[in-house]
């Protein structure tokens, strides 16, 4: 009996899973750069949610799945925040979110770790491919604290953002920064 129970044990599929890790809010970002007019301006986005499961050993196990609540964008301007929620812009009214999912990581030949997936912003979903770097104690050695930094740039146009003439002085790419700082669940 003890042999076929072993045996059953060896046929189910055994799949390792990445470790799940919760994002501390108030001590991670999730922020821009920009430019209007030569002149450049950081942003950050005050609300977002991120589900993050990560394995640096066995990144096909890893997958983000990120949510950005787009009106709680902060500028240090009231102004360039309002125009940014508007129609030429992000459309909070209509498009409330930005929405990123991992399809793959790959590791760089640098040494560095890539994640490739999709972002959403208003009605325009793109492929993404964003530089990753997963630092801390995490699951190897058990105290499950780490940090997560992901840097990427982005096109404005290829999400259908500030795309008329009016907006001809605002900068082409956008870099975004995120910096998570995780606890293991």
């Given at each position: ?8 044990a ?21 922020t821009?750069?920009?430019s209007?007019?030569?002149e450049?301006?950081d ?5 977002f ?13 890893s997958?983000f ?10 500028t ?14 992000f ?10 999912v ?9 040494g560095g770790?890539e994640?490739?997936g999709?972002?959403?912003?208003r ?6 491919t964003?530089?990753?770097k997963?630092a801390?104690?995490g ?25 008329g ?16 700082v995780?606890?293991?669940?």
């Amino acid at each position: 009996m003890l042999r076929l129970l072993i045996a059953v044990a060896l046929l189910l599929p055994m799949s390792a899973l990445a470790r799940d890790w919760q994002v501390d809010a108030a001590k991670s970002s999730l922020t821009f750069k920009g430019s209007y007019q030569g002149e450049a301006f950081d942003g950050k986005f005050k609300k977002f949610d991120a589900t993050i499961a990560y394995d640096a050993a066995d990144l096909a196990k890893s997958k983000f799945d990120v949510s950005v609540e787009l009106a709680s964008t902060d500028t240090g301007s009231s102004e360039r925040d309002d125009t940014l929620k508007t129609p030429d812009f992000f459309d909070t009214d209509k498009f409330p979110n930005a929405h990123f999912v991992t399809e793959s990581f790959a590791k760089t030949t640098d040494g560095g770790v890539e994640a490739k997936g999709t972002l959403t912003i208003r009605d325009q979903t793109k492929p993404v491919t964003l530089k990753v770097k997963f630092a801390g104690n995490g699951p190897s050695t058990g105290s499950g604290q780490a940090t997560l930094d992901v840097d990427g740039t982005l096109q404005r146009a290829d999400f259908g953002l500030g795309n008329g003439n009016d907006w001809a002085d605002i900068g082409a790419d956008v870099s975004v920064h995120s910096h998570l700082v995780l606890s293991a669940k």
